[in-house]
Every structure is written in structure tokens, then in C-alpha cells.
């Protein structure tokens, strides 16, 4: 359908809307309109990226010298898959609507795991390797060494897009991961570079979070990509962690142990090279006397040792003379690792600000500040210099020159804590420094300034002032949209207590009671016996659920809800865990029923969708808090507390609630979907609790639903769940929670939409 | 009775039987008893027919066993004597209890087939009643056409019969019971015996292997749930245990398992993650410790448990859709043998192309698009059955034909000349106005419709049943022609007598009734006049 968005024509591949999607995409228009950031909370399973998809490509063609690009940022991979599959039908409407073939192009880009074409490379299984084998036949003085000795092994693909690739622009259309590799394949190119060079010139990128935050990897991907770009950040509700995790750093003895190897083997390259050929060294060192910047001599494939550290804080100077020739950088990092190993042999815990760091290096190695700050880049004009193909080798001394960029250049957010052991095993030795950023506004500011609009998205963003606080930016529009649905399909529950009357709760005091753990049990089992197909129940932690599971065990819990369906359950290693789950699917799906056992932020609560009979109920038990004792969180919310007045206490209810609602949100993937939420924690009602849930979960939980006993709970669930087995078709929804053109175009609904986004 | 061939593997004497003193027998397909002195079985019962055995409790004075048929009776024998009645039971129910399995699958699954087809046809049901209730044939001969029908025409519908998957609890349903001093007792059944059996193959395996030879089969079990296998939680203490080898042959398994990966893209948690922190970045929640030798015993115990779970849960899921799934198994592993990730890079496409078509689906804001459909409503089944009359080269009427034959006739009508010297005489005319006046002889073509209306519907549902199982009958007859063997001669003959019977009970009773109750309507019995026709035709037919 076509829709008028406040006098903007947009195409809609549908028939029928939701109400929700509409007052979304006027919102995002107003946030458009305004060229500012925005802040949207939108129901998961309401169609929010084909709205967000429709609207923003309108908005470019309507204004194409407003907005040039845009830049849908995901987190994982089918998800960046499924925005580009749902691209394509939204594309596929426009050229059947209008009669001719737009020139649009749009393509995702993923790392070279996910890209690489080439025989060899691409069967390697983890990603770091297929980086290294790339790099090691695609590097720059590696392709100049191949001019004296042809026999160097070559990866075709990229020579040929070398050779030809970049004259010929990517023809229009939609190009999904496995588009580019057929495009590739079919051409001779390197779909990797292919992609990474087209992104460019195109109108729509779909990529991860890491090329966008992380300034090692978008430094070299993201950062031509124009200013009138809009981002949009969706799933974004874990968007400050991400920004931490791109600029913090750890340091064990195994580094440092590495580090030293890197660095013996760099001296005697170096030895190496000054006999055959000491010209070169010489030429490194005029050139860095001149101060010309790596950017001109770097190449596209010359990966790895971008700067960690922000483009506005490079400093654009030449490298200070004490680190210029090689022997004598290779001497300061000896002199540097030499004290970080003295750093590590500590008895006690020592926690120390950036300056005191610097300051206590510099009293006792004499290293300044400035040669500090030029580490890393030093090291990538030595790494290339010495022609090094296994880059990946040199990760150790790589980490640590980061390291000391990192420490010398941001004097504020960071906090350094070494600890001498871990707190579970305090009698085994392992020494660990953390480097760690506490203010997740460092990372993501540079897009906020570069871009003129930042949407942020996601399906639970409740509450919703936080993120601008915590992000540190000023968004023009602050939404969360409710679902409108023609039946309650969605029945959050919170169990409070036991049949028993014991209260239930996985707080720390009563984390060990077998009464607790009992009655946990039993919820499950009486559960297993009424709801149909899935069941996933999420744990606050792996260490809980495994005594929990273990005591199940012991009590034949297990063995009776096995008489009911079979049990999978999420272990540490992620190849098992894949397994659990399609035999879990597998399972749902041939009608016997499975029931998984998994851990709140844990890979499958953040990465899987539950969809109709996978998921037709997710038991959360207890509150997923944080393990608060550990001392980087501690220095993280003092931090909260002193810069951005958060109170901790806020922040970890905060945290606790945005998981949960992710892992109760798994089960509705829509509005034929129908799922039960159960809150197994009698602290979930309480008000400071429950008004963190979103929005569209929060207005469902009645008072008579707020501290129920395991049988009231099955009662309840009982009749849901008849309820919802009864047939449901469109014409229910329809006028309701779904809508014609004509029905939109009403005033009386048009009035009703309005109050829809909840404003704050 | 008891023919000469049988093979006879047990003899109990002394056991008693509606208090009368006898011995049993225990055959190869049968079991029987005969009472004291007489050298003829009172009660024979084919395996096959029995649906269980019960046995009286230990502590009862008296020893007996009970034997249920599928029928519903049951026979009961009492072991009267004194010194080894115990023993005698034992040995007879030992027996039993690995006879039945055999025979329980066969016919289970028979019974199962004729129950169904009964229950979806009620046509069939009501022969059925007509005329194996009523004992005009024995079940054995209605169904004997019956089934092979079913074979013949529709084998695949047979042979889809669904399996039977295994219960995920079957493994808790073996509760052990302590046996008042310092033991456990387990109760094995075979039913729990296969389902470890399909799921564990290992199991099996070692189980082929080692029984009789090495083990009889009580200490195989006894070794079994001794066994650190069974107890997965429990650390592996012995090195003579038989099982640990089975536990290696699972974990390389599993481990193959998750080596192969996963088919959907999905649900790959793998490459899930687009691009991964390095080593040493990223702020470190607590680091799982994975080695095991940072686990304390505890640890590694609960991590065994969970991975025991996910392993039985995994193979009781594969147990039950092994056999169709073989093919499909070693396709995949012909393509993932060749070592090269290319194969499977080009395979995977279409599956992930699917998976993400339905993750994208928004199916409510789509229009249906494919044409609207009408549920097929079958009032009567019966007529639907028949299908349509074939096409036959009829002569039809066009309009114009007809159009020309109203001229023609008003035209005929127009120039028609009364000759009255030549009219019908005066009393035929009026025989003829008699005849067809209502109620005379030619005006019965619309009387008789009327018997429609007149007689009641429940009189036309039997005669319909009547002209059903006749017409079944005479299937069953004719079937015999040409008459080349012994045993169909055999067969002519009962079937003729069947018609016989057919005819004094169910015919004749029904003739009479309707005659007493309907004089006037016996045009409503020419079906039952004609089946006596028939019935001499087929005399002389058999002489």
C-alpha cells in the first residue's frame, strides 16, 4: 500500500498495516524532519525494521540530497541477513509499483569469515584465521614481493578485483552475503573487498555494531561513509556494553609471555633486514621524521593495527624521536613490558586511575607520556616495514601497544584494576590488569557528532531516559509504542511463591534453600504438563542453573518432567549449545515437546528467537542481576554515580530488567504468536521492578497477576492458553490491530494512533 | 485338537483350573490345558490373543496366574502344587513373558488395522454387525478379503503406520525398590529393554556381545545400573566396567555431532557473533574456566549431568526418527566427507534462503492471495464413494429437435380427423379408464413411488443393510469362480450354505414382518424375492 506520512509518500509491501507501524514511521519522520537523534522502543514481532526500511528509503528518495545513506547497524548475522531479505521485498514492491527499476543498491557487509571465496581460505573455521591467510596473500608488500618472485602464492580473487573491480561499479540491487559471494564466484572478485568498497558508494549498508563503535575496524571500514547518513542502531538495548567492550583491554601473564616472543622475534627481523637490507629500515625512519601520516602509504588490506583510540584523539604530529628507529622502539616496549610484568607480580588488589598509572610509569621506567601515546601506531609502521605475513602472531604485541595508546590518551572514563587471582580460586595465581572503560559515551560519540541522525531501536529500551544519559546525547524524539492487539496474546505471570507459601526468589541469601529450588522445580514440572511444545527457562546465571539443575536431579525433578518432554539445556560451549537448540526445534517440531534450559545474557538469550510453538512459554527464574561483586562493575557505577548521577541501585535494576525483558521477549514474535511470560521472583512485584519492563509487557500485568502461588499461576495459565488455542484469522484483527488503507485514513483511528506512542 | 507337530516347550502339572485338577501346556504358539485324564485341551489360547499376564501377589496363599485376552475374558490357573507351586509359576510366566512380545507386535498391529478401518467406514462396521455378529461368516472370512484388499490396493497407507517413539522418561520409569536388605531391586520390562536398546545402540552392541557368553542377562543388567554409565553423575571408579566403553563411543558421537554442525543457520550460535573481540579486549566478565582442571569435583559432576541430558534427550529424539531419516543421514555424510567446506557452502543456500523467507513472514499483513477455498462437506459419504456414472454415447435432443417436434405434434394435433367408425368398444373403453385411474393397474408406476413415503425409514435402513450383506455375501461366492482347487470347492460350499443361512435368518424374518405389517407393498420386497432367485441360480450353479 502506499501511505502519506505527513505529506511524505511512502510504499508499504503490504496490505495491511499495524497501527504501531504507523505512529512509528511518523515519529521517525519528525526525527528525520529534525536531522537529530532518536530514541524508539517498538514491541518485537511489530514489523519494526520493514517500517523503519519503508520510511527511510521514501525519506531518500523524496530528499536525496538530505539523506544520502543509510546505515542499518545489527548484532548478529541472520539478523543483518533477515534486514537485507526483507530490503529486497520492499525493493522488489517499488519496482513493481512504479513500473521501473530504481537504482538502488544495498548490501551487507560481514567480516571475511562470513565472505572470503577463496578455496583455501574460506575453510578455515574461525574467523581470526581467515583474517590472518587473507592478509598473509593480500597484504601490500606482499603483493610488491610477488613482482621479484612470482612463485608467491596469490589469492586470485582479489588481483582480479584489483585489476578490474573498482573501475566497474556493483549494479544496482539488493545484495544479501550469499548474493555477493554468487556475484563474486561469477566474476572472478573478492566479494570481501568487493563489499567494503562498494559500501562507499551505496545507498543502504547493513552491518554490525563492531564497524560503526569499535575505532580499530571502523577506522579502516566506516571511515569515508558520508555525514547526511542516518544510523540506525536496532536491537540496541545492549549498545553500551558493546561500546565498552570496543575499548577496553585485559592483560594476563599468557599475553605478556606471548608479547615477549613477538618482541625477540621483531629484534631479530630487525637484525635481519639491517644486513640485507638496511635501506629500508632508513627509509621508515625518514619517513617517520617527516611525520607523513600512514594513511597514505596503507592499503585496503593492510588490516589489523588500525589505531585503537578515536580519529579525534590521533594526534597529528610526527612520532616523537625516542621511539623512531627501530632498536630503539623495540627497546621501549621491552622497557614497557618489563613493567607491566612487575605490575602483575602484585599480592593485592590495586585499582589506579589513568594519570596515577602514568605518572607510576614514569617514575619507575622513565616512559613518558608521548612516545606512549604513538605506540600503536609505531608498531603498525614497523610491522609493515619488516614485511611480516603472519600478522596474527604479533596479536600480543599488538594488544599491549593498544594498550598504551589506549592508557596514554584518555585521561577520564577508564579505570585500571589488577588483580592477582580470581575471587572463586583465591589460592591459584592469575594475575590479570584490566583496562577497562567505564563511560560508553566515548565510543559511540564520534557518531553522534559525524552523523545527523542516530536512531536507536530496539524491542525493550525501557526506561527510556537512561540511554540518552548513559550514551551522554540529546535526542530529538523519545518513543515507546504499545501493541494493539485484537486478542491478549501475550500472559506475563510472576510467581511469588510456592505452593508451600515460601517466598521465591533467586536473591542471594536464599540462592542455596531447597525449599526455593524445589518449588522452582516444581513450577517447571506443572508447567511441562500444560503448555504445549517449547518451554525455555532462563536462569540469572550458568553457575545457578547448574546447581539448580544438579539439586533437580537429585530430587527427580528431572525425571518427571522428562515423562512430560525432553530436556535440553545451554552449556559453555557454543558448538553443543547450537546442537541443544536444533534438536530442540527438532523437537518442538515433531509435536513430543522439549523444554531449554538457559542463562539470561547468555548467547541464546540474546541471539534466538522462540517463534510460535518453539516458545510457548519462557519461565525467567529470578532477577538476571549482574555479578555485582565484581570490582570493574563497582568502578563502573561509581563512575555512573559521580558523572551522570545515576544511582546504582537504578542502574543495576536497569540492567537486571532490560535482560529480562529480552529473554521473555524471545517467545512473541508477533501478533498470531501467543506465548506465556513467567516471572518466577517474588521482587519482580514491586514497583521499581515492574516499572522497568516495557511498556507493552508492563500494561498487560494486571494487579491480580502480581504475586501468584505455582498453582494459581498453572490456573491461569490454563485458561490462557485454552483461549489462545482457539482459531484466530485476520478478519479478527482486522480494524483493530491490523488495518486497511481506508480503515488508516479514518479520523477516528488516526486519533487513536496518536495515542499509541507513548512520549517521554 | 492338538496336532501332532506341535512343538511343547513346558509341561506344568498340577495346576487347577475352574477347580478342576489339570495340567498346562505351554506351545510353541499356543497355550492349553487339559484336565486330569483326558487327553483333550478344555482351554487353548494363541498367544497372540492373550493382551497380558497377571500373577497373584507373593505373600497370597494361593499361586495363580492370570492370563487376559484382547476379548476382554480371562482364563485364571491356579499352581496347586504344594512343594514347587511357586517355582511352577515362575517358570510358566517366565515363558510367557518372552513368548508374548513375539506375537503381541503382529497382533497388535492387525488389530489396530481392522479397528481403524471399522471405525472410518460405517458402512463396513454394519456389515460387520450384520454378518460376523450374527455369526452368518467368521471373522477370519470377512476380513480375510478385507485386509488383502487394503494390501493390494493401498500398500503405502500400510506401510506408513507411524512409530512409536520412546518415552523420555523411560530410564526414571525404572524406580529401584530396596528389597529390605542393604539391595536394590530394579524392574526391568521388555518394553524398558528395547527403549535402551533404541536409544543406546552402544548398549545393545555390548549387550550382543556379551550375552550369553560372558554374562547371562541378569548380570549384564546388574552391571548396567551398577554401572558409572548409567549413574552419569557418579566419577568413573572402576576400570573393568564394560559400560565405559560405551560412555567413549557416545561422547565421540555426540562430538561427531557437534563437529558436523548445525543445519540451520539460525540456530548456529557459531557464527552468530559478525565479528568477535580479539583475544584480550573487551571487559572480562568472570572467565569460565574451561580446562578441566580448574573444576572441583562438584563442578565437573553438574557439568556431566547436563551433558548426560542433553545426550539422552538427543538420542531418544533420534531413536524415534531413525528409520526415516537414514537416506537423508547419509547424504549429509557423503557431502561432509569430502573434507571441503565448498560442498556444504553450496547445499546451504536454499535451507538458509527458507529460514529467513519464514523469519521475515509477516503472514496477518498479507492478503491471502491464493484462491478461496471450499471445505469439502461430504453429507453422504457413500454417494462419493461411487463417483460418477461413465459417459455413455446417449442420443441427445438439441432445442431445435425438440422445438420441431411441438410443431410437428400441435401441427398433427391441428389436422387430426376423429374416425369414428372405427373407436374401442364401450366396456374396453372403460377398462382402460379403470386401469388408469388411481388405483389401477397402470397407475401403479405411482403408487409405488409413494412407498418412498410409506414405509418407514427404519425398514429402509434394514433393507438396505439386508441388500449390503447379501451383496457381500455373493462377492464372497463368486470370488470362488472358476472353481479350480480344492480349497475353493471348499469354500463354494460353505459360502453357499452361508447364503443358506443368510436367507433363513435374516431374509425370511424380515420377508415375514414386513409382510405382516405390509400387505399391500410387496413390490418392496423384490430384492429379497430376487436374492431367492439368485439363491437357486447358485444351487444348480454348485451342482
Redesign the interface.
Known sequence: MKLNIEGLLVYFP?????PEQYSYMLELKRTLDAKGHGVLEMPSGT?K??SLLSLIIAYQRAFPLEVTKLIYCS????E???VI??LR?LMEFYSKETGESNNFLALAL??R??LCIH?EV??LRF??EVDGKCHSLTASYIRAQRHSNPNLPVCRFYEEFDAVGRQVPLPPGVYNL?DLKDFGRRKGWCPYYLARYSILHANIVV??Y??LL?PK?ADLVSKELAKKSVVVFDEAHNID?VC???M?????RR?LDRCQNNVDTLQNTIHKIKETDAAKLREEYRRLVEGLKEANVARETDIYLANPVLPDEILQEAVPGTIRTAEHFVGFLRRFLEYLKSRLRVQHVVQESAPQFLKDIFDKVCIDRKPLRFCAERLQSLLRTLEIADIADF??VT?ISNFATLVSTYSQGFTIIIEPF????PT?ANP?L?F??MDPSIAIKPVFQRFQSVIITSGTLSPLDIYPRILDFRPVTMASFTMTLARTCLCPLIVGRGNDQVALSSKFETREDFAVIRNYGNLLLEMSAIVPDGIVAFFTS?VYM??I??SW?EQ?I???I????????E?????????????Y???CE?G?G?ILLSVARG??SE???F?HHFGRAVIMFGVPYV?TQ?R?LKARLEYLRDQFQIRENDFLTFDAMRHAAQCVGRAIR???DYGLMIFADKRYARADKRGKLPRWIQEHINDGSLNLTVDEAVQLAKHFLRQMAQPFR?ED?LGLS?LTLEQLQSEEMLQKITQIAHQT | MASLSEEVLLVVKKVRQRKQDGTLYLMAERIAWGPEGKDRFTVSHLYADIRCQKISPDGKAKVQLQLVLHTGESTTFHFANESSALKDREAAKELLQQLLPKFKKKANKELEEKNRMLQEDPVLFQLYKDLVVSQVISAEEFWANRLGGVNNTDPTLFNNKQEV?I???F??DIRPQTDGCNGLRYNLTADIIESIFRTYPAVKQKYSENVPHNLTEKEFWTRFFQSHYFHR?RINTGTQDIFSECAKQDEKG?KS???Q??????????????????????????????SNA?RTV??S???A???R??HH??M??AA??RKGETPADQASETSSTDG???DS?FFQ?PV??VK??E??E???????NRPKTVALNLKKSDRYAHGPVPLQSQQYTTSQDIINSVNYIRHEMANYKPNLTQVVSSTAASSAIVALSPGGVLMQAGAQQAINQMVPSEVQGELKHLYVAAGELLRHFWSCFPVNTPFLEEKVIKMKSNLERFQMTKLCPFQDKIQRQYLSTNVSLQVSFSLVCVLSVVKNGVR
Open positions: 503490504y496490505d495491511y498495516i499495524y514489523g525494521t520493514i548484532r548478529t548475522v541472520p543483518i541477513e533477515k531479505e526483507e521485498k560481514s567480516s569469515k562470513n578455496p574460506s575453510s574467523g581470526k550469499d552491518y554490525s563492531h564497524y569499535d575496524i556494553n565498552i567492550d570496543s577496553s583491554v585485559n592483560i594476563t599475553t596479536s600480543a594488544l580470581e575471587d572463586r580460586t591459584i590479570v584490566h577497562s572503560c550458568y547448574e546447581n539443575v544438579a536431579y527427580g528431572l525425571e518427571n522428562q515423562r512430560n518432554k525432553l530436556i535440553f539445556i552449556t559453555q560451549d557454543a558448538a553443543e549449545t547450537s546442537m541443544a537448540l536444533e534438536k526445534q527438532e523437537a515433531n513430543r522439549a548467547k541464546v541471539g534466538i528467537d517463534v555479578y565484581s570493574i508477533g501478533k498470531t485476520q484483527q491490523l | 517413539g518415552s523420555g522418561a530410564l526414571a553423575d555426540l555431532l557437534v563437529v554442525g548445525v543445519k540451520n543457520p539460525l540456530v548456529d550460535l557459531l557464527s552468530l557473533e559478525d565479528k568477535t573481540l580479539d583475544e584480550g579486549y573487551g571487559v572480562s566478565t568472570t572467565q569460565p574456566s574451561t580448574n562438584k563442578e559432576s553438574n557439568y549431568i547436563i551433558k541430558f542433553n534427550s538427543a531418544v529424539l524415534g526418527s571441503n567446506s565448498r557452502d543456500p538458509k534462503k529467513l523467507q523469519a521475515i509477516y503472514e496477518d499483513l498479507q492478503r491471502e
